[in-house]
């Protein structure tokens, strides 16, 4: 008896630093729309399958070998930590955005950088400096503006979207956020932090070992590299090293 070919689906597993989350979403959207424009020759449907979290976890998942294709950190030294354990196809890391660092308030009558000098808050929400880049980006920039803050005012975020969400369910007064999570909100009052005042969030990528046999991931990493991905991801909040308007 006959049997039409079933063609297998292919699934892509990424590890994905949550600060990037609404871009993300809206890169695997594009990226899908144009596989079904395009259909490829073997005829597998492609599927996206987003893991969020801080990039310090991510990180301990994948060396205790969870079965990840991709893995975009919100740093570079995670994903060169995995280059040197040899868990990943190649032995460089690349850049797919450069993270900015936003503070809110919820005050409207006052600057959030006035509140923060002058201590006009209860709680500022600050991801984990420990875990998550961008809480280590807030510490810098708490160090550089030369502040002492109590340890009893801050709420700690595993990481940049538990931060997030302390400061929009009004737990925190304040909050250190990705410029990106915020930027098209014009009722938030927000302050873009200097660029001087934290060391550069190099956002870097690696294609994983475990994609070695899985050539929708590798189609997919290359993708996030073109002038399609970088400036979409440009137009979303980050910087982009390869966007040419």
């Known amino acids: 008896m006959l049997t039409q070919p079933v063609f297998a689906q292919q699934k892509v597993y990424v590890a994905v630093a949550s600060n ?20 490829s020759d073997a005829g597998a449907d492609v599927e996206i399958v987003a893991s969020y979290g801080s990039s310090g976890k991510l990180f301990a998942q994948i060396v205790h070998g969870a079965p990840f294709h991709i893995f975009l950190s919100a740093d570079t030294d995670k994903p060169k930590k995995l280059v040197e354990l040899a868990l990943t196809q190649n032995q460089t890391v690349d850049t797919y955005a450069l993270g900015q660092l936003a503070l809110v308030a919820n005050n409207s ?6 509140m923060l000098k002058q201590q006009k808050f209860k709680h500022i929400a600050i ?23 109590n340890r009893r005012q801050i709420a700690m975020g595993e990481n940049i979207s538990q931060s997030y969400q302390f400061f ?18 014009p009722e938030i009052n927000l ?6 005042l934290y060391h550069p969030i190099e956002q870097g990528m690696v294609l994983l070992k475990s994609a070695e046999h899985n050539n929708a991931a590798t189609q997919f990493y290359q993708f996030l590299q073109s002038q399609q991905a970088q400036c979409l991801i440009a137009s979303l909040g980050y910087k982009s090293q390869t966007c040419l308007h």
């Open 20 to 39: 990037f989350i609404n871009v993300f979403e809206k890169l695997k959207t594009s990226y899908i729309s144009q596989q079904q424009d395009e259909p």
């Open 127 to 149: 991801a984990n400096p420990k875990l998550a880049p961008y809480g280590l980006a807030a510490q810098n920039v708490i160090d550089s503006l030369g502040l002492k803050i």
């Open 168 to 185: 929009t369910s009004k737990h925190a007064q304040l909050a250190f956020v990705a410029y990106a999570q915020v930027f098209d909100q």
């Open 191 to 196: 302050w873009l932090v200097p660029d001087n």
């Open 109 to 114: 009558e006052i600057s959030p950088i006035d």
